[in-house]
T-cell receptor, first 109, second 113 residues
Framework: GEDVEQSLFLSVREGDSSVINCTYTDSSSTYLYWYKQEPGAGLQLLTYIFSNMDMKQDQRLTVLLNKKDKHLSLRIADTQTGDSAIYFCAPHGSEKLTFGTGTRLTIIP | GAGVSQTPSNKVTEKGKYVELRCDPISGHTALYWYRQSLGQGPEFLIYFQGTGAADDSGLPNDRFFAVRPEGSVSTLKIQRTERGDSAVYLC???????????FGSGTRLTVV
């Protein structure tokens, strides 16, 4: 089945850019999602990219997709305290959406 | 409806009891998914419906878990003889069709005591 890997933790200073990386194994993934989950809250769809795209920008968020290397990244510009959360990478593979372990983003004041 | 609705939002049950969790997908969405998220982990796939039929139930952990979607809209996840290890947030999601963009509900937090 699909395997999705992310680093568990990332700490960034307020105002800097955050880059969260993800690798996956299923090359048939069509949509690749990024979800945000704040403590005690549900999954919030942050952004997504379709597999025939290399990059997608949405305000402070930039998603990069390297399909050859099966590598996905999420860049958050001008990171704010409200960005503190767990971020999940979730490629939609041949049959289902598979989630990574999540990266806990901590903002340093 | 406007979003995926799950009821109840919280459920506390005693070990050994039977529970049902309900999911109302977005109107017109044919694909419906159930996931389970345990504390400190990412969501894990349980089962996927396309219309009324379970297209993939490979994630159901054992035969105590069962899900139905009799009319291709609302789905119910049923757990028999609940165990403390079943405590988790159960998430439902839907999409217009298979491989379309998936939208999640806010989940049902199940606590087995």
């Amino acid at each position: 089945g699909e395997d999705v890997e992310q680093s568990l933790f990332l700490s960034v200073r307020e105002g800097d850019s955050s880059v969260i990386n993800c690798t996956y194994t299923d090359s048939s993934s069509t949509y690749l999602y990024w979800y945000k989950q704040e403590p005690g809250a549900g999954l919030q769809l942050l952004t997504y990219i379709f597999s025939n795209m290399d990059m997608k920008q949405d305000q402070r968020l930039t998603v990069l997709l390297n399909k050859k290397d099966k590598h996905l990244s999420l860049r958050i510009a001008d990171t704010q305290t409200g960005d503190s959360a767990i971020y999940f990478c979730a490629p939609h593979g041949s049959e289902k959406l598979t989630f990574g372990t999540g990266t806990r983003l901590t903002i340093i004041p | 409806g406007a979003g995926v609705s799950q009821t109840p939002s919280n459920k506390v049950t005693e070990k050994g009891k039977y529970v049902e969790l309900r999911c109302d997908p977005i109107s017109g969405h044919t694909a419906l998914y159930w996931y389970r998220q345990s504390l400190g982990q990412g969501p894990e796939f349980l089962i996927y419906f396309q219309g009324t039929g379970a297209a993939d139930d490979s994630g159901l952990p054992n035969d105590r878990f069962f899900a139905v979607r009799p009319e291709g809209s609302v789905s119910t996840l049923k757990i028999q003889r609940t165990e403390r290890g079943d405590s988790a947030v159960y998430l439902c999601a839907s999409s217009l069709a298979f491989r379309d963009r998936i939208v999640f509900g806010s989940g049902t937090r199940l606590t087995v005591v």
